[in-house]
């Protein structure tokens, strides 16, 4: 009996035993493996940090190419879109793709200087454009995305992430109204915009006198930085002339027609500008003189405005472009049909503005070309003549009516328009000081 549990006890316990020298088996097993397993991984790490491998690794690497590739370009004077995409290593299939796009966007058919391009090509794929972006301006640019197995772009405007602020300057003219406005660092372009304004009322170089001053309050757009990349419109614009304000305010009076009107709520567009030029000299006017060159007595039938080679001359009305070429004595010349009544001309321009030619539409203070010397002439000069039911004229002593007038209730939403602007106004100059 005593034997016998003895036994059952031994018999009972001899798979617990069992168990336990499996377990020590097979730690000791595993154990060997991790050590083994260890060791090659250390032999893989030596053979990795061996120096010639790594020049080999290094070697075969440099010659593997990204399979997108980014392009980028920047146009320039003279270039064309089909000259651009010449220059790129894409099959020729492409390239005509690429100009199939262009055509279709009809805000692209004018190619400017320095606008941005972008291509993403795939290498691995033909070296296809899978997109490319053109920046359109400072603000906006066009994204073409290829859609998905075809040959074929879709065209997309993005607005640029920018901040728009209204801005306030204000200055004394010591010297000239462009020196003044440049010394506070208005842009160019804004002050080109504001002579402009002025042109139908004020020659700007017999009206404005020193120590006459000028306020203006116009858009500007920021980056995520805080740097102005461009300028937006005019919203108020005031010329003190010996003491007389001329105060104009931007308003839409009814949707999509914007002009500028005085405090009484009249504009100040008339049918031509009283000089198409900022900043010249009137070096010759209408009238009988002897020709500089010819060297006899005959009829001045323009005005000559004296001013550096290369200084913008703008449209002094809307019209349509009759000629812009080469009219002998004159030099490069532009001439424009404004209506049934007036036609201008503008001659020894250095050279004419992009875009224009003949049969082109041009708007009223559009930049058509730029003063020179060419033709009959001793020095960089602007020649401007006004015909008037084809007769030319005398364009300084010109009357011509004056635009839009509003009233009744035009008038009654333009006050309050006026009022909102000069509350705007008070609040930037306080917060200049």
């Given at each position: 009996m005593k034997?016998?549990?003895i036994g059952?006890?031994?018999k009972d316990f001899s798979i617990f035993f069992w168990v336990i020298i499996i377990s020590i088996i097979s730690a000791f097993v595993s154990n060997i493996y991790n050590q083994s397993k260890k060791e090659q991984s250390n032999k893989i790490f030596e053979s990795l940090d061996n120096i010639y491998l790594k020049k080999t690794i290094k070697q075969i690497t440099s010659k593997l190419k990204p399979r997108y590739r980014k392009i980028e370009y920047t146009s320039k004077s003279g270039d064309t879109y089909e000259n651009i995409i010449k220059n790129l290593?894409?099959?020729e299939l492409e390239k005509k793709n690429f100009?199939?796009?262009i055509k279709q966007t009809k805000t692209l058919k004018i190619l400017g200087v320095n606008q941005k391009f972008s291509f993403v090509i795939d290498n691995l794929n033909n070296r296809k454009i899978i997109k490319f972006t053109i920046e359109t301006d400072k603000k906006n640019e066009i994204v073409f995305n290829r859609i998905s197995g075809k040959n074929l772009f879709d065209a997309k405007k993005?607005?640029?992430n920018f901040t728009k602020k209204n801005?306030?300057?204000e200055a004394v003219i010591t010297s000239s109204l462009y020196n003044s406005a440049i010394n506070i660092k208005i842009k160019p372009n804004i002050i080109v915009e504001f002579a402009r304004l002025y042109g139908f009322q004020v020659d700007f170089q017999r009206d404005v006198w020193k120590d006459d001053s000028f306020q203006i309050i116009y858009e500007e757009y920021l980056d995520t930085d805080g740097n102005v990349v461009d300028t937006g419109n005019i919203l108020f614009a005031n010329l003190k002339l010996q003491n007389t304000d001329l105060q104009l305010y931007r308003y839409e009076y009814e949707k999509d027609k914007i002009d500028f009107f005085d405090e009484s709520g009249k504009s100040i567009k008339k049918t031509l500008m009283k000089t198409p030029i900022n900043g010249a000299r009137l070096s010759s006017a209408y009238g009988k003189r002897k020709h500089p060159i010819l060297g006899y007595t005959k009829m001045h039938l323009g005005t000559d405005f004296a001013a550096p080679t290369g200084t913008p001359i703008m449209a002094s009305g809307d019209g349509v472009v009759l000629k812009a070429q080469w009219c002998g004595?004159?030099?490069?010349?532009?001439?424009i049909k404004h209506n049934s009544v007036y036609q201008t001309v503008y001659a020894h321009m250095s050279k004419f503005a992009k875009g224009v030619k003949k049969g082109r539409r041009v708007k009223q203070g559009q930049i058509i070309g730029y003063v020179g010397s060419t033709g009959l002439s001793t020095g960089p000069h602007l020649h401007y003549e006004v015909i008037e039911n084809g007769k030319?004229?005398?364009s300084q002593k010109l009357k011509l009516p004056s635009g839009k007038v509003l009233k009744g209730e035009e008038r009654k939403k333009f006050e309050v328009s006026k009022i909102k602007i000069d509350v705007l106004k008070s609040d930037l100059i306080s917060s200049l000081n």
């Open positions: 034997k016998n549990s059952k006890i031994l290593n894409i099959d100009l199939k796009a993005i607005q640029k801005t306030y300057k004595g004159g030099g490069n010349c532009v001439k030319k004229i005398n």
